[in-house]
Every structure is written in C-alpha cells, then in structure tokens.
C-alpha cells in the first residue's frame, strides 16, 4: 500500500509522445501532490528499462506497443521488479484486449476517455491493490472468469489475423463504409478491401453480416 503523503510513482508507456505528454500535463494538473511522473517510454524495450530503473509503484500501460505489446513488458518485468502495478490506458474497448491484458497480469484497465481526476484516483487504487476498471469493461473481465466469453476461442482466432486485419476487422464489424475505414486508419480503399478479404479468408466467414455476428459473439466490437 502507498504511504499517505507520499506521491505515487509512475512510470507513462504509450508510444504517441504527444499523448504521454497529455498525461502527464493532467496528472500534473489533476494529481498535484498525489502522483509524481517519473519516467516515460515509448516501446516495450524502453518500458523495460525504466521500470527496472525507477521501480514505480504503478506503471500507466498501453495494450499496443512497437515490440511485443503490453502484455510483453510485463511478463519480462514480472521477476526484475515484482512489486510495481500495471494500469492499462488503452484506446481499445474490446474484449481481447481487455482480458488478454489482465491475464498478463495488470491490476485494471480503463480507456484514453477518462478524466484527469479518475486517472488519479485510479492510479492510486491501483498503487493500493485494488483492481480499477471502466464500467463496460469489467462486464469482460467477469464474464471471461464466468465463461460466458471463451476466452481460448478468441484468443485462438484473433492471433489468425495481423494487427492492421484486427483494426479493420472491428471497424467493419461496427458498421464502418470502406471509404470511412480507409480515412480512420489513414490507408486507401483497395488496402481496407485486401485486409477484408484476408480477414473473411482466415475466419472463413463469407460476408461481413457474418463478421458482425462473429464480432457481437465474442464481445470484440
């Protein structure tokens, strides 16, 4: 537990400098006293590194990271610096993000929508053991553990498809236009139809009706 009047450390990963920046001007703004920014990184090789050297009490983690993810930043840590936390501030709201990021051993999971003043607070329930999630996911976490979600089936066909497939994948599957795809992922039509095709091609499902049934099922959109 983190002692009273004893500012939280905290090391930032994202690999946008000018989100890592946003961070910690409104934790700087939101947690004056309460949490102290000590390190950021940008890759999963950094990540290492400054967590090994700072010993933070609680690292703000991205899912998606140049190197291995978020996930991988934590299992080469987890014997080097076994009493820091992981808190996942990720963009992402889908389900295997979700449990796969708390089955690699974070204590929560909230998105970039949160507020200056809940990232505080979150930090340091989280720097104090508690597990901290944003409302609609902890709906995953609890169904994965009840077995509504069969975490082996989605973890077993996501890992089919690359990160861009993913991307595009979900997008499709919410009810995006192929132009509206190609403009969110900034990539040309013709390279939103080749990544469809791959994705129908590896889940062998024949349209994207399907997709979005196949999505919905699996809490992925």
Same mark, same amino acid.
């Given at each position: 537990?983190?002692?009273?009047?004893?500012?939280?450390?905290?090391?930032?990963?994202?690999?946008?400098?000018?989100?890592?920046?946003?961070?910690?001007?409104?934790?700087?703004?939101?947690?004056?006293?309460?949490?102290?920014?000590?390190?950021?990184?940008?890759?999963?090789?950094?990540?290492?590194?400054?967590?090994?050297?700072?010993?933070?009490?609680?690292?703000?983690?991205?899912?998606?990271?140049?190197? &291995?993810?978020?996930?991988?930043?934590?299992?080469?840590?987890?014997?080097?610096?076994? &009493?820091?936390?992981?808190?996942?501030?990720?963009?992402?709201?889908?389900?295997?993000?979700?449990?796969?990021?708390?089955?690699?051993?974070?204590?929560?999971?909230?998105? *970039?929508?949160?507020?200056?003043?809940?990232?505080?607070?979150?930090? &340091?329930?989280?720097?104090?053991?508690?597990?901290?999630?944003?409302?609609? @996911?902890?709906?995953?976490?609890?169904?994965?553990?009840?077995?509504?979600?069969?975490?082996?089936?989605?973890?077993?066909?996501?890992?089919?498809?690359?990160?861009?497939?993913?991307?595009?994948?979900?997008?499709?599957?919410?009810?995006?236009?192929? *132009?509206?795809?190609? *403009?969110?992922?900034?990539?040309?039509? *013709?390279?939103?139809?080749?990544?469809?095709?791959?994705?129908?091609?590896?889940?062998? @499902?024949?349209?994207?009706?399907?997709?979005?049934?196949?999505?919905?099922?699996?809490?992925? @959109?």
């Amino acid at each position: 537990m983190n002692q009273p009047g004893v500012p939280v450390r905290v090391v930032v990963v994202d690999d946008h400098a000018m989100f890592r920046s946003g961070v910690r001007a409104e934790l700087a703004a939101s947690g004056a006293g309460q949490v102290d920014v000590v390190a950021e990184a940008a890759d999963v090789d950094e990540a290492v590194a400054a967590v090994e050297a700072q010993r933070p009490d609680v690292v703000l983690l991205d899912v998606h990271l140049p190197g &291995g993810g978020g996930a991988e930043v934590m299992r080469r840590t987890a014997t080097s610096v076994p &009493g820091t936390r992981f808190l996942a501030l990720s963009v992402s709201d889908a389900a295997e993000d979700v449990i796969g990021t708390i089955r690699g051993g974070a204590r929560g999971y909230v998105t *970039k929508t949160i507020t200056g003043p809940e990232l505080v607070r979150a930090i &340091g329930r989280v720097a104090d053991g508690d597990a901290v999630f944003s409302p609609r @996911l902890a709906g995953f976490v609890l169904d994965a553990f009840a077995g509504t979600i069969d975490v082996a089936a989605v973890d077993e066909d996501l890992d089919r498809l690359t990160e861009r497939e993913r991307e595009v994948m979900r997008l499709i599957a919410r009810g995006y236009a192929y *132009k509206e795809v190609a *403009k969110e992922l900034f990539i040309s039509i *013709k390279t939103v139809e080749t990544h469809m095709s791959n994705v129908l091609r590896k889940l062998q @499902l024949s349209s994207r009706h399907e997709l979005t049934r196949w999505a919905s099922d699996r809490r992925l @959109l």
